[in-house]
């Protein structure tokens, strides 16, 4: 069967149909040909590039022109799936205008096919107006990275019946809000359950158990090569730093003890050529 493009419509069907959703990120052009190929259903350019490729402590420092500029590689190596921009810090929260400004350059400069932004009925009114000016938004509810040290740090968040309730109601009001999908970081397994039988729109869990209706991970942690720190949640299939460091250890090796380059890596000069240099 001819593979064709992941639609948002696509996505919402899987959860009817009872199937799973997959979603990974991907920052730049080979890891994003390489996610797409392997036929995941959805990719995230996430501000996660803040830390896990430009070196930043958090994902608060990351501007709107880094994610444009991440974003327009990972387009020109997606063909098939979903491609999701992730706005950052500040692009959304200052006004209307500002945020359907912001998400309309992911569109039209980046060629994404949606945007996420993090909160919850404090963006209901930002996630109506953007989804009104025609740009589909996946909410992101739990954990928001971006409001961490609101949040206390990195924890684990709806694990009382009274903040587990107002995830319910946020998911909730983003889904009226117009939402198509919506991420749920770091929330108790039966929380996300009772989150996912209680709306009509898919949810996806980034550390949220196995009863959403997908999962994302950040591609640098589940295949080895962000090593600051591996959260709980994350699975890593592969761990390809380590094999990374010995190559490059390798390769100085070889260089400093003259094996490489072998002939094999050498381009020859035809002899007669060279002897007619010789005779200049």
Avoid: W
Avoid at 11 to 26: F, P, S, V
Avoid at 110 to 133: F, H, Q, R, Y
Avoid at 154 to 161: F, L, M
């Amino acid at each position: 069967m001819e593979r064709k493009k992941i639609t948002i419509t696509d996505l919402q069907a899987k959860k009817r149909d009872g199937k799973k959703i997959t979603m990974l990120t991907a920052y730049d052009y080979p890891m994003a040909k390489l996610v797409d190929n392997a036929e995941i259903d959805s990719i995230l350019v996430g501000d996660s590039l803040g830390m896990v490729v430009l070196g930043y402590e958090s994902t608060v420092p990351v501007t709107m022109d880094e994610m444009i500029h991440h974003a327009k590689a990972v387009r020109r190596g997606t063909k098939y799936a979903l491609l999701i921009g992730d706005m950052p810090f500040m692009s959304y929260q200052v006004s209307n205008e500002d945020a359907i400004r912001n998400a309309s350059r992911f569109m039209k400069e980046a060629g994404c096919d949606a945007v996420k932004l993090e909160g919850g009925s404090e963006v209901v009114g930002v996630t109506k107006a953007i989804v009104n000016a025609g740009i589909p938004v996946l909410g992101h509810l739990g954990l928001t990275p971006q409001t961490v040290s609101k949040l206390g740090g990195y924890k684990i968040q709806g694990k009382s019946a009274e903040a587990a309730r107002k995830i319910l109601d946020d998911a909730r009001l983003l889904e009226k809000a117009g939402c198509f999908a919506i991420v749920l970081e770091c929330v108790p397994d039966k929380v996300a359950k009772l989150i996912t039988e209680r709306i009509s729109i898919p949810t996806i869990s980034c550390g949220a158990g196995p009863y959403c209706d997908g999962q994302v991970l950040v591609t640098n942690d589940m295949v080895g090569l962000f090593d600051r720190f591996v959260p709980k949640f994350v699975k890593q299939y592969v761990k390809l730093a380590p094999l990374i460091l010995e190559a490059f250890k390798k390769y100085k090796s070889e260089v400093e003890t003259g094996s490489f380059p072998a002939a094999e890596h050498t381009f020859a000069i035809n002899e007669e050529e060279f002897s007619k240099l010789m005779k200049d």
